[in-house]
């Protein structure tokens, strides 16, 4: 039996050749690769300064704790995303209000947005977090000017969107990531993701005082820099302990993966395109709801989602499954999971996120995906369809 997972790796000889000699080499961690990383990063992307830590968990949390989000602060996410876009400030203390979802794109509605905001006064919100749902930018430079309004930080969960870009209104490409428009970015190398370094992330960013801040708390809030030392310098072994931080260190071994993937992920995105095109036309004339996108962005897809009738949703997802091809839903609202129920949430509070979730299937979508395998896939998708 065929077995095509919803996404997967792809690893090449190029890619393990980088880890071997990196492997061979004086380090494995905090070494040269992890700055070659940083800097290939921001200058693919644009922006000035690139983190590069453990996961894109760890890189939400450390957003939070830059932004210096305190107990009690409150910030807007969307519920459709992995629970990790709202868990990183809940570390941290924050309230956490969520924004119901655009039903063409599904990301974050910033009409709905701007209603929350309207309803508080200036300054409630901290923070705001839209998540690049599947690889789709968001309206990046329309919620800059809400930020200027109402006095909030803006953090883009990128986890789906590397590679992905915009055109603004001055005709001009934003890539996703480079934070002309935003304050944060984060970005996960989780092994479905464009850039699979087994787990990691990275957070960009044009902000130097934000930087030197995630630098500091990704290694424990430990300094080896002399001129930052706040007491008298021993010696060459001397270091100092500032702010309570964390190990979210990424290794030299995951950066040497990274740095050799960074290279191909032009060709991923293009890729990613040509299979999600010959998704939409395979399911034109079907009962198919396949992923909107404006003529003014570069999507991503890390995930290509259809919609189906609810009543198909399951029989659908269980009919691959028997013919070797693993789908996904993607994703259970963030509001209806128990814990956050438990802090006031509750099914109806935000209705198109809900009614989304009664549809959404996401199909096998990775640049290795080979055209036999695509042609599986839609054979057995509109068979499935056509039957019912």
Known sequence: ??????????????????????????????????????????????????????????????????????????????????????????YMGAEVTFCDIDPNTHLMDLEKLKTILMDSPKGTYKAVIPVAFAGYPIDEEELHKLSKQYGFSIVIDACHAIGGSFIDSNGEKQMVGNCKYSDLTVFSFHPVKHIATGEGGAITTNRKDLFDKLLLYRTHGITKDSEKFVNNNDGGWYYEMQELGYNYR???????????????????????????????????????????????????????????????????YDYLKENGIFSQVLYIPVHTMPYYQKLGWKNGDFPISEEYYKHCLALPMYPSLTDEEQNYVIEKVINFINNK
Request: aromatic share 10%; proline share 3%; charged share 20%.
């Open 250 to 316: 990424i290794t030299e071994i995951q950066a040497a993966l990274g740095i050799s993937q960074l290279k191909r992920i032009d060709w991923s995105i293009e890729r990613r395109n040509i299979i999600a095109n010959k998704y939409d036309l395979a399911f034109k004339n079907i009962n198919i709801q396949t992923p909107y996108r404006a003529k003014n962005i570069v999507h991503a897809f890390h995930l290509y989602i259809i919609e189906v009738d609810s009543d198909l949703r399951k029989p659908l």
């Open 1 to 90: 039996m065929k077995h095509i997972p919803y996404g997967r790796q792809y690893i090449t000889d190029e890619d393990i050749n980088m880890v071997v000699e990196t492997l061979k080499s004086d380090y494995l961690t905090q070494g040269p690769k992890i700055v070659e990383f940083e800097n290939n990063f921001s200058n693919y992307l644009g922006c000035n300064y690139t983190c590069m830590v453990n996961n894109g968990t760890a890189a939400l949390h450390l957003c939070a704790m830059a932004l210096d989000i305190k107990e009690g602060d409150k910030v807007i996410t969307t519920p459709i995303t992995f629970v990790a876009s709202a868990n990183g400030f809940r």
